[in-house]
């Protein structure tokens, strides 16, 4: 294995070798991500009545489905338009 590796490295360099094709993959799973942060963000202001109130277990319960809803819409959109 460390002789594919090594050789890989020296015909194509480190990053040519190793993470060709490493940026398409990385600029689609960002937006992702982000919209998936954001779901999160949106369900904790809709469920605090004042902001930087902590929030309890059943609060957490109900911000994962907000999670979950956001990133399961988006996330079929992106992977329809992607095909």
Not at 57 to 66: M, P, Q, S, T
């Amino acid at each position: 294995m460390w002789d594919c590796v090594l050789k890989t490295i020296k015909h194509e360099g480190f990053f040519g070798g190793l993470y060709k094709g490493m940026g398409a993959p990385l600029v689609g799973v960002t937006p992702i991500f982000a919209i998936s942060f954001f779901g999160n963000d949106f369900g904790k202001k809709l469920q605090q009545k004042h902001p930087g109130m902590p929030n309890i277990f059943a609060v957490e319960k109900v911000l994962f489905r907000y999670y979950i809803i956001v990133n399961s819409i988006f996330t079929i959109i992106l992977d329809y338009f992607t095909l």
